[in-house]
């Protein structure tokens, strides 16, 4: 028999798809717009401005909002529950996502304005991306669905929105402009916050601490989840790793790709066509991930995955290769990417208690995704100081010299030992999660 999950007052999780569909669907709507918002808003500022840097300080004041918030909103989430967090946070977002397009019809859109808008954008968007992380576990249970399965549909999740959201974003914008891809962000989180708020069974998504455990101030409950992390030498590595990859990929996404596209003459669509070719390649390696992520060795399968998805994406575009191949090494990025987050959801998820989720995913989400916002106004400067040719390089040789480098850390030995580390302390029993799950900026 089940066990009845921490914060759903004692309900029986019961076996049925709806919980585990209701939060994988507000995932896909979400991020589906955030990936239109990601083609349309540095378009919108490079047309505008014809500046890199300045597309570059717009993608720093979104993501700088969404790492500090989401670092700090961990024991938030465990007390008021994920799903209120989620369904008001994606309000507050689709708000502040629409106000852009409406400041722009009315001719009173300045820089600061958007900068400022933005911000609120990526601060709302933290804690919901947190919290929606936070229920796939609870889901799986009430779903009677293993968690290495939910996570790895959770990854499929991702890339489909992967996929569609760049397609769309590139064809919003080529045909009716980049306000058009905004307006569409906004009513995602929208709608978004609907199904969080309306869908789900009812006592899902929580409080995860008891009246007793609730008691102890903030900053307490903060400061167990950064013991807890660290206390856990793979977890600190994994996120140092994908720390600096997540920079690079940043800063490629917001600022090299998009001056590509422009200064090639190969416009907004085909920065939607590259996204959505390697998003349907990252389809088909989550779907592998989700039926054999038990059966596959973690370190083989992780460190291959970014070989494929790394260097090769900046060099391509650095050769000045055809359309074709550039696609080619897209799809083949993609397919490898597919794995990263599953096996990512492995470690997680069963070495942290469910009780620690809120909290300790928070940190490390926030630490993961801090060289973010820097990786945008980096590459802005860079460009252009350097030009574009010598920073796809320089940026592509760093990605291959942190993932390989950081494969040499005994710490890694661990990721292909199932359950908890021998002799690690976990709080009560009821509260362990018993399987995998997780997630990375990337």
Aim: some cysteine; overall charge positive; hydrophobic content about 50%.
């Amino acid at each position: 028999m089940r066990r009845t999950v921490a914060g759903t007052g004692g309900i029986p999780t019961g076996r049925t798809p709806r919980p585990l569909a209701g939060v994988l669907t507000a995932t896909a709507v979400s991020l589906t717009g955030t990936r239109i918002s990601a083609v349309a808003l540095p378009w919108f500022v490079l047309v505008t401005t014809g500046s890199a840097t300045r597309t570059g300080l717009v993608a720093f004041c979104e993501m700088t909002p969404y790492v500090l918030v989401k670092a700090f909103t961990g024991p938030l989430v465990d007390r008021l529950g994920p799903r209120t967090v989620s369904w008001t946070a994606d309000l507050v977002s689709a708000t502040a996502a629409a106000a852009v397009p409406l400041c722009h019809a009315l001719g009173v859109l300045s820089l600061p304005l958007l900068l400022a808008l933005v911000a609120v954008v990526g601060a709302a968007r933290g804690p919901g991306d947190l919290a929606k992380g936070v229920m796939v576990p609870e889901a799986a249970d009430r779903a009677g669905v293993p968690l290495e399965r939910a996570t790895g549909l959770a990854g499929v999740t991702e890339r489909l929105a992967s996929t569609l959201g760049p397609a769309a974003g590139g064809a919003l914008v080529a045909a009716l402009g980049p306000m058009t891809g905004l307006v569409v962000n906004a009513a995602c989180f929208a709608l978004g916050s609907v199904v969080i708020a309306l869908s789900l069974p009812r006592g899902m998504g929580g409080a995860a601490e008891s009246a007793a455990t609730a008691e102890r101030t903030y900053w307490r409950r903060f400061g167990e989840g950064l013991t807890f992390l660290r206390g856990e030498p793979l977890l600190l590595t994994v996120i140092v790793m994908i720390g600096i990859t997540n920079l690079l990929d940043a800063g490629f996404s917001s600022v090299l790709m998009p001056v590509w596209a422009e200064r090639s003459g190969r416009g907004p669509s085909a920065i939607g066509l590259m996204g959505s070719v390697a998003g349907a390649a990252a389809v088909g390696g989550s779907l592998i991930a989700a039926t054999a992520a038990h059966r596959l060795r973690r370190r083989v399968v992780f460190f291959t995955g970014f070989l494929l998805a790394g260097a090769p994406k900046f060099l391509v575009l650095a050769s000045g290769a055809p359309m074709a191949a550039v696609l080619a090494v897209f799809a083949v990025g993609g397919f490898g990417a597919g794995f990263l987050n599953p096996v990512l959801g492995a470690v997680l998820f069963e070495r942290v208690p469910r009780h620690m989720l809120g909290r300790v995913n928070a940190l490390g989400d926030s630490l993961a995704w801090a060289g973010i916002p820097l990786g945008g106004l980096l590459a802005g400067w860079a460009v252009a100081a350097a030009g574009l040719v010598p920073m796809l390089l320089a940026w592509g040789s760093a990605y291959f010299l942190t993932t390989n480098l950081a494969g040499l850390r005994p710490e890694w030995r661990e990721m292909d030992r199932a359950g908890t580390r021998p002799g690690h302390a976990r709080a009560d029993a009821d509260e362990k999660a018993p399987a995998t799950a997780a997630r990375t900026g990337g």
